[in-house]
């Protein structure tokens, strides 16, 4: 188990940019960053593995968001740039420590078993 703490949230007009951190306790295999608005679904937004770097995202913030990791840190952040109304939500972290949740696909919240509690993000029109 790990244990995983986002920040970074905020409010930002749309158009702007914020960064967002996952502060693990721990070392982590895959990390994703999911979203959920009020009434709707979690969704996956980005995904990485940290020891090949190797990243997936959700078709809704590619070209606009980057997930990046510092191992030495053992952090993973989601730069979101250009940011719109519609990315208005809590976004969490979920990290596995092992390749069991490879059976699942990208951005599938069955990969992972470690959550955070979140952070709100608002952009304004």
């Known amino acids: 188990q790990v244990q995983l703490v986002e920040s970074g949230g905020g409010s930002v007009q749309a158009g702007g940019s914020l960064r967002l951190s996952c502060a693990a306790s721990?070392?982590?295999?895959?990390v994703g960053w999911f979203r959920q608005a009020p009434g709707k679904e979690r969704e996956g937004v980005a995904d990485?593995?940290?020891?090949?770097?190797?990243?997936y995202y959700a078709d809704s913030v590619k070209g606009r968001f980057t997930i990046s990791r510092d191992n030495a840190k053992n952090t993973v952040y989601l730069q979101m740039n250009s940011l719109k109304p519609e990315d208005t939500a809590m976004y969490y972290c979920?990290?596995?420590?092992?390749?069991?949740?490879?059976?699942?696909?990208?951005?599938?919240?069955?990969?992972?078993?470690?959550w955070g509690q979140g952070t709100q993000v608002t952009v304004s029109s």
């Open positions: 979920a990290a596995t420590v092992s390749s069991v949740g490879n059976a699942y696909p990208r951005l599938s919240q069955n990969r992972y078993n470690n």
């Open positions: 721990g070392y982590t295999y895959n």
């Open positions: 990485i593995f940290t020891g090949s770097g190797n990243t």
